[in-house]
């Protein structure tokens, strides 16, 4: 089991930054990389950014050049920050872990966080 805890949701203006944070504890060791996927209301969950424990990243078109996913080793944590946010990016964001498989497919993640809201509004 493994166990995903986000933080650092939040409103911010058209143009601002924010960053979300995922703190992974339990079989950690069972993890081959950690993603973000978002969900806005009425719409299908949908991946962000991803994070392979060889140190490759892979992003989705409408956040490449905005968001940079990142990991810091001693507290098993995955960063994910977003700057010059737009009004489109308002969303719930998860994290989650998966052992292997399409990394942007959020079915072959195997553990998912609660969420949290990220509101880009003025």
């Known amino acids: 089991q493994v166990q995903l805890v986000e933080s650092g949701g939040g409103l911010v203006q058209p143009g601002g930054s924010l960053r979300l944070s995922c703190a992974a504890s339990?079989?950690?060791?069972?993890?081959?990389?950690m993603g973000w996927f978002r969900q806005a209301p009425g719409t299908e969950r949908e991946f962000v950014a991803t994070l392979i424990w060889s140190g490759n990243t892979v992003y989705a078109d409408s956040v490449k050049g905005r968001f940079t996913i990142n990991r810091d080793n001693a507290k098993n944590t995955v960063h994910l920050q977003m700057n010059s946010l737009k009004p489109e990016d308002t969303a719930v964001y998860y994290c989650?872990?998966?052992?292997?498989?399409?990394?942007?497919?959020?079915?072959?993640?195997?553990?998912w966080g609660q969420g949290t809201q990220v509101t880009v509004s003025s």
């Open positions: 989650a872990s998966t052992r292997g498989g399409d990394v942007t497919k959020s079915d072959h993640y195997d553990y």
């Open positions: 339990g079989s950690i060791f069972s993890i081959n990389a």
